[in-house]
C-alpha cells in the first residue's frame, strides 16, 4: 500500500511539474498569440491601414535631426521616409521594390542587397508577427534570455529572403523590449551584431506602438542611433504615388549618373558610357558624379565596376582629393588596404586635413590593431 501510494505521490509531482513547466514555457506561437492580444488584438491590428511616424529626433554620432523626421507605412506594402511635401534633399522608400532619392545631385537609384533588405523588412504596419506564415516567414522559440532585468522570451524570425532577427518578448507585458541582427551598420563593410532596445509604448488606434528606440553595438555596447517620435497617427489619407520616387527633368549629367548605375553590372558599358560622355561633352566635370555612383555601386555590391569606375574618375582628376579619396574607399571595400591606404594618404597630400581620409586612415590602422 505505502508503494502504491508512493508512486501515486510520484507521479502527481511529476504532473505538477510538468505542467508547470508547461505554464512556464509556453511554445512558439503561443507567445506570438500573446504578444498579439497584449498590442490590441488582431482585430485592432487590421483596422489600421495607414500610419504617419512624425516629429522624430534621430540621433547617430554627433548628429542630431531638428525634430522634423518622419516615415509612412500604407498596406500593403508602402513605406516611405521623409515627406515630399516638407522639401527633403533626402527620402527613401518602397514601391514593391526600394529605391532612395538625392535632391542633390538629383538622383533616383533602386538598391538590392543590404540596403534593399533594410527597406522591405520594415514595411509591415501591423508589425513582423501577425500572419508571419502567410508572409513567408518562419519563427522559432530560442529560450530566454534577461533583457534590463526581466525575463524575455527569444523568438527567430526568419522572413523569406533568408535574413533573421531576434526578438526578446517580455514574459509579463507580452510587448518586444529588444532585438537583435547582424548587418553592415552601413551599406557596405562586415557585418555587425546590433540590439536594439524598445520603449515608451503608447496607444494608437487601439494598439500599442513604442514610441523610442536605441540600437547599440552588442559586443561593446556603444550607442549607434536613436529615434524618438513626437507623434504616431494611424488610417491617414496618403496619396499613394507618394510612396514612388518623385519626377522631374534630368539634366544631362544627371541621366549619365542613372545610365551608369542602371549598367553597374556590366563594368565594360560602364567605363564605354563614361568615355563616350567625356568625349561628347568634355567641358563638364563628371568628378562629384562619378564618385556618387561609384559609391552606390560599392552598396549595391557592384565592386569591380566602381573600383574601375573610380580609377577612371581618379585618372582624369589627379589634382581632386575626393576622387582620391573615393578610389581609396572603394579599394577598402575590397579588403585591398595597401592600395587604400594610398589613395587616403594622395588624398592628405592634395588636401593636408582632409577630414574623411583622416578617419579613414584611422580605421584602418585600428583594423590592424
Do not use: C
Amino acid at each position: 500500500m505505502i508503494r502504491v501510494l508512493t508512486a501515486a505521490l510520484a507521479l502527481m509531482i511529476l504532473s505538477v511539474a510538468h505542467a508547470s513547466a508547461q505554464m512556464e514555457s509556453p511554445d512558439a506561437d503561443t507567445i506570438i498569440a500573446r504578444h498579439i492580444e497584449a498590442r490590441g488584438g488582431r482585430d485592432a491590428l487590421l483596422a489600421i491601414d495607414s500610419l504617419v511616424f512624425d516629429h522624430g529626433v534621430y540621433r547617430e554620432g554627433d548628429f542630431t535631426s531638428d525634430g522634423t523626421a518622419v516615415m509612412m507605412l500604407m498596406r500593403p506594402y508602402y513605406k516611405l521616409i521623409g515627406h515630399p511635401e516638407r522639401g527633403p534633399d533626402f527620402m527613401e522608400g518602397y514601391d514593391g521594390a526600394a529605391w532612395e532619392w538625392y535632391q542633390n545631385p538629383g538622383l533616383t537609384v533602386r538598391t538590392v542587397g543590404p540596403a534593399s533588405a533594410a527597406s522591405r523588412h520594415s514595411t509591415d504596419v501591423d508589425g513582423p508577427f501577425l500572419d508571419y506564415a502567410e508572409k513567408g516567414s518562419q519563427i522559432e522559440l530560442l529560450g530566454t534570455e534577461t533583457i534590463y532585468g526581466q525575463p524575455a522570451f527569444q523568438i527567430r524570425l526568419t522572413r523569406m529572403d533568408g535574413f533573421a532577427t531576434d526578438y526578446f518578448i517580455d514574459q509579463n507585458s507580452y510587448l518586444i523590449t529588444a532585438s537583435r541582427r547582424s548587418a553592415p551598420i552601413h551599406a557596405f563593410g562586415e557585418p555587425v551584431t546590433s540590439q536594439t532596445i524598445y520603449s515608451d509604448y503608447r496607444r494608437v488606434a487601439g494598439v500599442l506602438f513604442p514610441f523610442a528606440y536605441t540600437e547599440v553595438e552588442l559586443a561593446s555596447g556603444a550607442e549607434l542611433n536613436s529615434m524618438q517620435w513626437g507623434e504616431i497617427e494611424a488610417n491617414r489619407e496618403i496619396p499613394v504615388d507618394w510612396f514612388s520616387p518623385p519626377e522631374y527633368e534630368r539634366t544631362p549629367i544627371q541621366t549619365f549618373m542613372e545610365q551608369l548605375y542602371v549598367q553597374r553590372s556590366d563594368t565594360a558599358a560602364t567605363l564605354w558610357t563614361y568615355a563616350i560622355f567625356r568625349r561628347a561633352n568634355p567641358g563638364v566635370d563628371t568628378r562629384i558624379a562619378s564618385q556618387v555612383i561609384g559609391y552606390q555601386n560599392l552598396k549595391m555590391g557592384a565592386i569591380d565596376t566602381a573600383i574601375a569606375l573610380l580609377e577612371r574618375n581618379a585618372a582624369d582628376y589627379r589634382d581632386d582629393a575626393d576622387s582620391a579619396f573615393g578610389l581609396g574607399r572603394a579599394y577598402a571595400t575590397a579588403g585591398r588596404l595597401d592600395d587604400a591606404r594610398a589613395q587616403f594618404g594622395n588624398a592628405l597630400s592634395l588636401e593636408p586635413g582632409h577630414a574623411r581620409a583622416t578617419r579613414a586612415l584611422a580605421e584602418l590602422d585600428a583594423r590592424d590593431h
